[in-house]
């Protein structure tokens, strides 16, 4: 049986009540994680000693996790990533500044030579200070909120402003959603996240761009059909593209958390949450915004581009 959305009628302004609904409890929700539990975060934000070490033969990082938590040097963390040969660990921020951090990594670095039997090499060893890990954070802050209005400033430039607060609406519902299920899960929030919510939010301006581009096009077809109607007819026209673009980019996502180690198991996770809830977005949050402003329909330029390309 062929599955065929070349040509599909789905209602979704029918929809969007619910979406909308649906959307304002996510957000209620993620606050509510968000000041309740907060985010987990990393090394790389509330500081820590990070080492790498690599081993000539097999260990195993419950044992390794077993000796280090025994020297009450606070929470430690370790795993594999790459190989078995392979292993991350991770110690908290301990009081007494630098001098106390970099102690800590010579007793770790003890604790390792005297357990572990086969040869061991330290590939890397890095000590991020409460400082750091602070202008880290804003420094991640600031990335999303300068990417956040370059979007909107495309986006009115390309369109109209009504076009660019929905889209802008739409980013910000997926950068709170992503950030929510992160407090939800207690997953660690790092650098390589910022990253991610980055990309989510290219990827999810992407996917409005293509719906607002065929939004436009119909407006200037037809300027006599209801915008109920003018909007179902736009998203069903891109629906193919859509959901191809996400399942192909859903495939490669799946294969890199499953296989990919545990190192790029958070970035390769917001990434596919992000895809969904960007995909989402583009549909029942930022197509039907148009609803409930005034779009004109007396478009003189050609659009810019064929989204079903």
């Not at 956040?148 to 607060?165: G, H, K, N, P, T």
């Not at 650098?191 to 990827?203: K, M, Q, S």
Request: aromatic share 10%; hydrophobic share 45%; glycine share 8%.
């Amino acid at each position: 049986m062929k599955f065929d959305l070349s040509n599909t009628k789905i209602p979704f302004m029918s929809a969007r009540v619910g979406g909308f609904i649906f959307s304002t409890i996510l957000i209620i929700l993620s606050f509510g994680a968000f000041f309740y539990s907060g985010l987990n975060f990393g090394i790389d934000f509330k500081g820590g000693t990070l080492i790498e070490i690599e081993t000539a033969e097999k260990v195993d990082p419950g044992e390794i996790r077993s000796n280090l938590n025994s020297l009450s040097i606070g929470d430690v963390q370790v795993q594999e990533f790459g190989s078995t040969k392979n292993i991350l660990i991770r110690v908290e921020q301990q009081e007494g500044g630098d001098s106390v951090q970099q102690n800590v990594v010579e007793i770790v670095k003890a604790s390792l030579n005297n357990n572990i039997t086969t040869s061991i090499s330290y590939r890397r060893t890095e000590v991020v200070g409460p400082k750091v890990s602070g202008e880290l954070i804003q420094s991640g802050v600031i990335a999303i909120v300068v990417a956040v209005i370059a979007m909107l400033i495309y986006i009115w430039f390309r369109f109209e402003w009504q076009f660019s607060l929905g889209a802008v609406i739409a980013l910000v519902h997926d950068v709170i959603l992503t950030i929510g299920v992160f407090c939800f899960t207690q997953l660690e929030f790092n650098l390589p996240i910022i990253a991610a919510i980055l990309t989510i939010v290219g990827y999810s301006m992407n996917d409005t761009v293509v719906v607002y581009d065929r939004v436009r096009e119909n407006l200037r077809k037809h300027r006599s059909k209801p915008i109920d109607q003018l909007l179902d007819l736009s998203i069903n026209e891109t629906l193919s593209r859509t959901v191809i673009t996400s399942v192909t980019t859903l495939l490669a996502l799946v294969s890199l958390y499953v296989f990919g180690g545990s190192v790029i198991k958070g970035f390769t996770f917001a990434m596919i949450w992000g895809v969904v809830v960007g995909t989402y977005s583009s549909i029942f949050v930022a197509a039907p915004f148009l609803k409930y402003v005034d779009v004109k329909r007396d478009w003189n330029t050609t659009s810019a581009v064929d989204s079903t390309k």
